[in-house]
């Protein structure tokens, strides 16, 4: 099923980073473990209580980071969705928090609510009638009827809709469904990560990563060899070459930036998070790659120690 399979942002403090998504947001920390080509640095995934494909969102907390800024060639905003009849839990939620929100506004007939983490990063809870008959994660502490229950999809700030669209259309299973005056709806078969919008702004200043900022996009394959078909049409039909395919443990990824100037990600459903830690206890211990398990002394004595919430 194709649709958005995670986001990756950068953070701070990595346990400013983990209080906000698992006590703050109550999402499930579903892996603990390094950014593979920075291991001295962690990457958080926080999801559903399955670390399901289309629910998470990673951070890689690298502390001193300079604060980015959101702008041409990145993707601007994460929206989660939550059941319809949670907004106002949420905006009280926010409101306790200490969170500053905007008021609630509308895209595409639907309800949104837009803030930020606290480092900056744009986010928006957004209400969908359908997710009320989804199940909710209750581990964090929010009530499961409220909780969020996955991605809702991206905002990307572009120049220009056309060449980005073509490849969610052609390439990442996507359709166009709709247009307002600023934004281009793109929509998946998934409920869950199915929305792409792109949000055109010609002449913006160009984005530029760092804390709060989005790193990158993934989109979902079902397989290896799925992705090997998609590598093949962008190479045939839109002449943009990937990276080689990367084993990140928990799936194979490939890498590219789409013409817009976003960087994108093609990751395989398979073979998710219990590959190194069972459903009950996963998030509960820094997992490491084959290659870097001898380092694990070397590298648990250079992380910052965490406060695991929770």
């Known amino acids: 099923m194709h649709g958005i399979h995670h986001v990756t942002a950068i953070a701070g403090n990595p346990n400013a980073n983990l209080r906000f998504y698992v006590r703050g947001l109550g ?3 579903v892996k603990n473990t390094v950014n593979f ?18 629910t998470i969102l990673t951070f890689f907390p690298w502390e001193h980071a300079a604060p980015g800024r959101n702008g041409i060639g990145l993707a601007e905003t994460t929206a989660f969705r939550i059941p319809l009849r949670s907004i106002g839990y949420w905006i009280q939620r926010l409101v306790e928090l200490g969170v500053t929100h905007e008021a609630l506004g509308e895209r595409f007939g639907e309800k949104v609510l837009a803030f930020r983490d606290p480092d900056g990063t744009s986010l928006a809870l957004v209400g969908v009638a359908e997710a009320e008959e989804e199940e909710g ?30 490849i969610l259309a052609d390439i990442l299973g996507f359709r166009e469904i709709g247009r307002d005056a600023r934004h281009v709806r793109f929509k998946a078969e998934s409920p869950v990560g199915g929305i792409v919008d792109i949000r055109v702004a010609k002449g913006f200043l160009p984005g530029r990563l760092g804390r709060g900022s989005v790193h990158h996009v993934a989109f979902r394959a079902a397989d290896e ?7 093949r049409k962008l190479v045939e039909n839109d002449h943009l070459l990937t990276t080689e395919q990367k084993d990140r443990k928990y799936f194979r990824s490939v890498y590219f930036h789409e013409p817009g100037g976003v960087l994108f990600e093609i990751a395989t459903e398979a073979p998710g998070f219990t590959v190194d830690e069972p459903l009950d206890r996963l998030g509960s211990s820094l997992k490491l790659p084959d290659f870097l398990d001898s380092r694990r002394q070397e590298l648990e004595s250079v992380l910052p120690p965490l406060e695991m919430p929770g």
């Open 137 to 166: 994660w209750s581990g964090g502490g929010v009530p499961a009827e409220h909780a969020i229950r996955g991605l809702h999809g991206v905002t990307l700030m572009l120049d220009d809709a056309g060449p980005t669209g073509a």
């Open 225 to 231: 060899d799925e992705q090997a078909r998609m590598v």
């Open 37 to 54: 080509d920075d291991p001295e640095t962690y990457h958080f995934y926080f999801g559903d209580q399955r670390g399901s494909p289309g």
């Open 27 to 29: 999402l499930r920390l």
